[in-house]
């Protein structure tokens, strides 16, 4: 009779090691650590800031402009309405900005043929206000009027 084989019990698999939770941060905690300089941590040296828009902030200002002398504007184009009721056409308000607050330039172009409608929309312009510039900025308001736009 031959012998009677034996069987030899599986071995089970070594524990796998637990899985670290990453830090709060999204750092693993087996990620490789900074070398101590000087009794510190070094970081990483910061991502290089974006350049700021050559335009900075002065589509806004231009919309902020627009919406706040619009009515100005409306009346003054009223004004003219009383004496030709068809009148319709576009004003052009271009202002040269400065730091902080100052208007250092503004020209006013229609196509009305109305010097006063001009003489009124460059007088409603004098009093601009618009938030605090750190560079020049030129800006250009349009304005289309009509009759019908009221």
Not at 17 to 30: K, L, N, T, V, W
């Amino acid at each position: 009779m031959a012998p009677e084989p034996v069987l030899a019990e599986p071995t089970p698999p070594p524990p796998e090691a637990p899985q670290a939770e990453p830090s709060p941060e999204g750092i693993p905690p087996d990620a490789p650590q900074a070398e101590p300089v000087a009794g510190r941590l070094e970081s990483p040296p910061p991502p290089p800031a974006e350049e700021p828009a050559k335009d900075g902030n002065g589509e806004d200002i231009a919309r902020a402009i627009a919406a706040a002398k619009r009515a100005a504007v409306r009346t003054c184009f009223e004004h003219e309405l009383k004496e030709q009721p068809q009148l319709r056409g576009t004003v052009i308000v271009e202002l040269d900005l400065a730091p902080p607050n100052r208007v250092d330039g503004l020209r006013v172009s229609d196509d009305l043929n109305r010097p006063t409608f001009t003489r009124c929309v460059t007088s409603a312009m004098q009093g601009v206000r618009f938030a605090a510039l750190d560079e020049e900025v030129s800006v250009r308001v349009p304005y289309v009027l009509s009759p019908e736009r009221r």
